[in-house]
């Protein structure tokens, strides 16, 4: 069964407001968690990971929180731009998968003018 | 930078054909990984190896089977492609020190198309 990547299939923001793009899981095991891009025709591209005992982590423009009481992930993109319209994965890699790593639905982002 | 590349970006087959896809990495990664990609259901993990002619199955193997005699170079095979293997297949590559985290680095995918 699918371990992570509950999520919404699509998302619209206003160019310059922020985004939430939310995944669940149901994995409890997972060491990882990782958030991808991808843009219309191109491979994905690994944007951040979360270790499974911290709560947030930030990177450039964006900040990845993780809840595990409920077991949700959730990406934030601060002033959304127009290059940041893409597909955005959470992926999950468990202890003892051998760096196997699982991957959700995907959710549309597209930024609007 | 790190470069994977993808023998085709289009293909279109017939069914029973072989079908060979093949992916090149330049970074000495001891990882790769072929995953297809269909529409509603994200990445699935066909094949992965970590080492040169080693090989273990992902999720959906059934159908497909893997080569590596070089460390850069890992080639998907469809034995008898049939309709249903018409996908977005994509190769990625990773260091066994990225790999714990989850990092891979993806090529930019062949779209098979099998009449």
């Known amino acids: 069964g699918e371990n992570v990547g509950l999520h919404l299939p699509t998302l619209s923001v206003q160019e310059g407001d922020n985004s939430i793009i939310n995944c669940a899981y149901s994995n409890s095991a997972s060491d990882y968690f990782i958030w991808y891009k991808q843009e219309s025709g191109k491979g994905p591209q690994f944007i951040i990971d979360?270790?499974?005992?911290?709560d947030k982590r930030q990177g450039q423009r964006v900040t990845v929180l993780l809840n595990k009481t409920v077991k949700h992930l959730s990406l934030q993109i601060a002033a959304t731009q127009p290059g940041d319209s893409a597909v955005y994965f959470c992926?999950?890699?468990?202890?003892?998968?051998?760096?196997?790593?699982?991957f959700g639905s995907g959710t549309q982002l597209t930024v609007l003018p | 930078d790190v470069k994977v590349t993808q023998s085709s970006r289009y293909l279109v087959k017939r069914t029973g054909e072989k079908v060979f896809l093949e992916c090149v990495q330049d970074m000495d990664h001891e990882n790769m990984f072929w995953y297809r990609q269909d529409p509603g259901l994200g990445l699935r993990l066909i094949y992965f190896?970590?080492?040169?002619?080693?090989?273990e199955k992902g999720d959906i193997p059934e159908g497909y089977s893997v080569s590596r005699e070089k460390k850069e170079r890992f080639s998907l095979i469809l034995e008898s492609a049939s309709t249903n293997q018409t996908s977005m297949y994509l190769c990625?590559?990773?260091?066994?020190?990225?790999?714990?985290?989850?990092?891979?680095?993806f090529g930019p995918g062949t779209r098979l198309t099998v009449l």
């Open positions: 979360i270790r499974s005992n911290m």
């Open positions: 992926a999950d890699i468990s202890s003892g998968s051998a760096r196997q790593l699982t």
């Open positions: 190896s970590y080492d040169v002619k080693m090989k």
């Open positions: 990625a590559s990773s260091s066994s020190h990225r790999a714990v985290r989850g990092e891979q680095f």
